[in-house]
């Protein structure tokens, strides 16, 4: 349970810093297609990243970059906690295995070193 609330916690705050970035990314994928969101309202072009930034930042202010962010962190906080969870489960597993592995062999080095003397 551990790793899967550290994991969490550092998919939130990965998720936070790198939101406005991927809100940029977005709204310029979807620049292209004009005719089809003028239904929906206001329609924004952008002539390049920058001229995108500045127009998030004069129209919405800072907190236009993180519009919807808190959806992108409950996903980022389970999917990157689940990461964590199965990461540290199969070490643990895969470790134990090798433990084993290895406990079982020195047994039986010791058994045939015991044989030969």
């Known amino acids: 349970m551990h790793n899967l609330a550290c994991g969490s916690c550092a998919g939130i705050i990965s998720k936070t810093l790198t939101y406005p970035l991927d809100l940029l990314k977005k709204r310029m994928q979807v620049d292209g297609f004009q005719k089809a969101r003028i239904s929906f309202g206001q329609v924004q072009t952008y002539k390049g990243f920058l001229d995108c ?5 004069r129209g919405e202010g800072l907190r236009g970059f ?3 962010l808190s959806p992108s962190m409950l996903k980022a906080a389970f999917s990157t906690g689940l990461v964590f969870f199965w990461y540290e489960f199969f070490c643990n597993i895969l470790n134990d295995h090798k433990q084993r592995a290895n ?3 020195q047994q039986q080095q010791s058994k045939d070193l015991n044989r030969k003397q």
């Open 66 to 68: 993180y519009k919807g």
């Open 53 to 57: 930034v500045f127009q998030v930042a």
């Open 103 to 105: 406990s079982g062999h």
